[in-house]
């Protein structure tokens, strides 16, 4: 009996077949960057306070900036990141019988006046000011300020939600239907809501497209990990995978300067959907699976393909593709979601592994969308920080076969965790002191969020891998939902509140990584009771290799 491993020793495990579609495919996770982290941009909230009216027309006759107006007719109030502006209130006052004139308005009243007359909620809208960035965002489009500024945390969360529910069910049709024929529909579906999320005419409208979006960015991209670790060597896979996610950080490279130049949101949105449109062409190039074909018992099929794997990287077949088959199908299919509990050690990895997943999603996706509230260059800021993550691949490839797994894994969230408290407790003035501490916790977290895939892959057995994968996966989305409410609403009460708590999480995070067994060197399990019993993986723990009653 030959399995698809046998006929890739012949075929080639990472020939040129195989290094053409794991290029191609790469290019899927450049715009999922986009998308993931977009809300920096698209959400991005400007310096705004209320509308007046009489300040208006003052403003019109004198000539005055913004800035001028603001400085003569708004107050200034406490706030998380010190004395500022009012942004959601305004004196109850006609400006027209205060005599205001136009010639000095800094000297008229002072802000000791001004803190004395009474105050009103914002009734005519507000007035933004972007100093120079001249950005039209759904903040801006809706008035998503003050009162409704949790709608912005509601915006991002919305994805999140369709990840969650997308990588799911896309999951359990590319489990059914084929790896290709599911990432071809998902394309599709993406391209149309993403088209609709563009067009959104009111803010339900867009929350509901924006979940459809979410729901086939984050299967689609899933898909594309999937087929391209099932088309290679299993010594090859890690090596794929990082790479695939490395594609991730080239794409927060160029996120910043796509929102320099395209300042409108629902243009951004437009350049985000337009790639996955692109890849239906992959139809013509990219061939299915064929361990998913031969998990259908589509066997002609999947020897065909193989043939053409063969023949494209310059190989010879022998007679054993004819014996060709999948000796896991049967046990795959039994797989059923109590069996991630059914013993001690299989409910230790799900619950530490699922953390892991939280935790990485919490602190990455606020650490980024922490920058578009700090006041700084949004643009430059963001650049500096997706270089930052570059080093973090290459850093997992340089030490997981010379370290071992479980020693950088829990580092890296320990870096991370300790990174996020320094940098909470760094004074402001210390600027660059600052701004590098939190780029040591980004890289940190950037690795413990892409090592946490392939260790997901490693602890489980043949049989319920995939689905173990999937089910701890889901707290990467929950975490997504979770992030933006935890940043922006913790930020109103203090700045740098929110770093205390992802600080936290990651340290905790790193410590229960520690009581992951090592998997450097060790066989994949195929059985449940290879994890509990046999001497597969009792060299994690230094017990006997004999099975025990």
């Given at each position: 009996m030959t399995t698809f491993e046998d006929i890739l020793e012949e075929a080639g495990k990472f020939g040129r077949c195989q290094m053409r579609i794991v290029?191609?495919?790469?290019?899927?996770?450049?715009?999922?960057?986009?998308?993931?982290?977009?809300?920096?941009?698209?959400?991005?909230?400007?310096?705004?306070?209320?509308?007046?009216?009489?300040?208006?027309?003052?403003?019109?006759?004198?000539?005055?900036?913004?800035?001028?107006?603001?400085?003569?007719?708004?107050?200034?109030?406490?706030?998380s990141t010190g004395v500022t502006y009012s942004q959601c209130q305004k004196l109850d006052m006609d400006w027209n019988a205060t005599g205001l004139t136009c010639d000095n308005p800094e000297s008229e009243l002072t802000q000791a006046q001004l803190s004395t007359l009474p105050m009103t909620g914002c009734t005519d809208s507000w007035e933004y000011d972007y100093e120079g960035r001249q950005s039209f965002t759904c903040v801006?489009?809706?008035?998503?300020?003050?009162?409704?500024?949790?709608?912005?945390?509601?915006?991002?969360?919305?994805?999140?939600?369709?990840?969650?529910?997308?990588?799911?069910?896309?999951?359990?049709?590319?489990?059914?239907?084929?790896?290709?024929?599911?990432?071809?529909?998902?394309?599709?579906?993406?391209?149309?809501t993403g088209i609709l999320v563009a067009t959104s005419p009111n803010y339900i409208a867009l929350l509901v497209f924006r979940v459809l979006f979410g729901f086939g960015v984050k299967g689609g991209w899933m898909v594309g990990y999937v087929l391209i670790t099932e088309l290679v060597g299993v010594e090859y896979r890690r090596m794929v995978g990082v790479t695939y996610q490395l594609f991730f950080s080239l794409g927060i490279l160029i996120l910043p300067l796509l929102a320099y130049f395209i300042p409108n949101w629902r243009w951004l949105q437009v350049v985000f959907t337009i790639p996955y449109i692109c890849f239906l062409t992959y139809y013509w190039f990219i061939p299915e699976s064929p361990r998913w074909?031969?998990?259908?018992?589509?066997?002609?099929?999947?020897?065909?393909?193989?043939?053409a794997i063969a023949k494209e990287n310059k190989?010879?077949?022998?007679?054993?593709?004819?014996?060709?088959?999948?000796?896991?199908?049967?046990?795959?299919?039994?797989?059923?979601?109590?069996?991630?509990?059914?013993?001690?050690?299989?409910?230790?990895?799900?619950?530490?592994?699922?953390?892991?997943?939280?935790?990485?999603?919490?602190?990455?996706?606020?650490?980024?969308?922490?920058?578009?509230?700090?006041?700084?260059?949004?643009?430059?800021?963001?650049?500096?920080?997706?270089?930052?993550?570059?080093?973090?691949?290459?850093?997992?490839?340089?030490?997981?076969?010379?370290?071992?797994?479980?020693?950088?894994?829990?580092?890296?969230?320990?870096?991370?965790?300790a990174a996020c408290l320094i940098t909470a407790f760094i004074p402001d003035s210390m600027f660059w002191l600052k701004s590098a501490v939190a780029c040591v916790g980004r890289l940190g977290i950037t690795m413990a969020f892409e090592m946490v895939v392939f260790v997901n892959t490693e602890l489980y057995p043949t049989v319920i891998r995939n689905l173990g994968v999937s089910v701890c996966s889901t707290l990467c989305d929950i975490g997504g939902i979770v992030a933006p409410f935890l940043l922006y609403r913790l930020a109103v009460i203090w700045l740098e509140l929110p770093l205390i708590i992802f600080g936290a999480l990651a340290f905790v995070a790193g410590g229960l990584v520690l009581l992951l067994p090592e998997t450097k060197g060790v066989p994949l399990p195929e059985t449940i009771d290879d994890i509990e019993y046999t001497g597969v993986h009792s060299r994690f723990h230094g017990i006997s290799t004999a099975k025990t009653p």
């Amino acid at each position: 009996m030959t399995t698809f491993e046998d006929i890739l020793e012949e075929a080639g495990k990472f020939g040129r077949c195989q290094m053409r579609i794991v290029s191609i495919f790469c290019l899927v996770s450049i715009p999922f960057s986009f998308v993931y982290v977009g809300i920096v941009f698209q959400g991005f909230t400007p310096e705004h306070w209320c509308r007046d009216p009489g300040v208006i027309e003052i403003r019109e006759r004198c000539g005055w900036s913004l800035q001028d107006a603001r400085r003569a007719t708004v107050p200034l109030m406490n706030s998380s990141t010190g004395v500022t502006y009012s942004q959601c209130q305004k004196l109850d006052m006609d400006w027209n019988a205060t005599g205001l004139t136009c010639d000095n308005p800094e000297s008229e009243l002072t802000q000791a006046q001004l803190s004395t007359l009474p105050m009103t909620g914002c009734t005519d809208s507000w007035e933004y000011d972007y100093e120079g960035r001249q950005s039209f965002t759904c903040v801006l489009q809706f008035d998503l300020v003050c009162a409704d500024a949790w709608y912005v945390d509601m915006f991002q969360a919305a994805l999140s939600v369709g990840f969650l529910v997308g990588s799911i069910a896309i999951g359990y049709l590319a489990d059914k239907y084929g790896r290709m024929k599911s990432f071809l529909m998902t394309n599709f579906f993406i391209g149309v809501t993403g088209i609709l999320v563009a067009t959104s005419p009111n803010y339900i409208a867009l929350l509901v497209f924006r979940v459809l979006f979410g729901f086939g960015v984050k299967g689609g991209w899933m898909v594309g990990y999937v087929l391209i670790t099932e088309l290679v060597g299993v010594e090859y896979r890690r090596m794929v995978g990082v790479t695939y996610q490395l594609f991730f950080s080239l794409g927060i490279l160029i996120l910043p300067l796509l929102a320099y130049f395209i300042p409108n949101w629902r243009w951004l949105q437009v350049v985000f959907t337009i790639p996955y449109i692109c890849f239906l062409t992959y139809y013509w190039f990219i061939p299915e699976s064929p361990r998913w074909l031969l998990s259908q018992n589509k066997r002609n099929e999947a020897m065909e393909i193989t043939k053409a794997i063969a023949k494209e990287n310059k190989k010879t077949l022998s007679k054993i593709i004819e014996t060709l088959t999948d000796k896991n199908t049967d046990s795959i299919s039994t797989a059923s979601f109590m069996d991630l509990f059914k013993t001690s050690k299989l409910r230790k990895f799900t619950f530490i592994l699922s953390f892991n997943w939280f935790t990485s999603a919490v602190v990455y996706q606020g650490l980024i969308m922490r920058l578009g509230i700090l006041g700084g260059n949004v643009y430059v800021d963001f650049l500096i920080s997706g270089i930052v993550e570059l080093p973090a691949a290459f850093l997992i490839l340089l030490t997981i076969e010379r370290i071992g797994r479980r020693l950088p894994f829990a580092a890296a969230n320990i870096v991370a965790g300790a990174a996020c408290l320094i940098t909470a407790f760094i004074p402001d003035s210390m600027f660059w002191l600052k701004s590098a501490v939190a780029c040591v916790g980004r890289l940190g977290i950037t690795m413990a969020f892409e090592m946490v895939v392939f260790v997901n892959t490693e602890l489980y057995p043949t049989v319920i891998r995939n689905l173990g994968v999937s089910v701890c996966s889901t707290l990467c989305d929950i975490g997504g939902i979770v992030a933006p409410f935890l940043l922006y609403r913790l930020a109103v009460i203090w700045l740098e509140l929110p770093l205390i708590i992802f600080g936290a999480l990651a340290f905790v995070a790193g410590g229960l990584v520690l009581l992951l067994p090592e998997t450097k060197g060790v066989p994949l399990p195929e059985t449940i009771d290879d994890i509990e019993y046999t001497g597969v993986h009792s060299r994690f723990h230094g017990i006997s290799t004999a099975k025990t009653p």
